[in-house]
């Protein structure tokens, strides 16, 4: 059975999706994007500031579910200029401790709300 998660610690969702789902052993957590959850609208320009609210927005989705970053198993990091890789990856790191999760990152042309990054995530629970 599929349950839907939701926090307002999030973005709330902008088209028909749910911030994640849960399916026993696995949550799959959409993309989220550098919204705040408050003013829904797009926190900085700045690519550091967009990482930073992503990552936040994950974590609290993942709190939802009464987990952590280190339950994730798989994350994939959708950017819109790879010239932003190694900056985003230092601020993706800075949340994350080993055993780090499977990740792929992929240049893509556009992101929604013309954000520069979006990531998703698949957590594991024990």
Known sequence: MIHPLSTTKAP????????ATDVGSLVFISGQIPLDP??????????????KQVMEN?????QEANLTF???????IYLDSMDDFQTVNEVYASYLSEPYPARAAIEISRLPKDAK?????????E
Not at 12 to 19: D, E
């Open 12 to 19: 709330a969702a902008i088209g028909p999706y749910s911030q």
């Open 38 to 51: 408050e003013t829904m609208t797009i926190v900085s320009n700045d690519v550091v500031e967009q990482t």
């Open 58 to 62: 994950l974590s609290a989705i993942l």
């Open 70 to 76: 280190q339950h994730v198993a798989k994350m994939t």
């Open 117 to 125: 990054v979006e990531i998703e995530a698949i957590a594991v629970k």
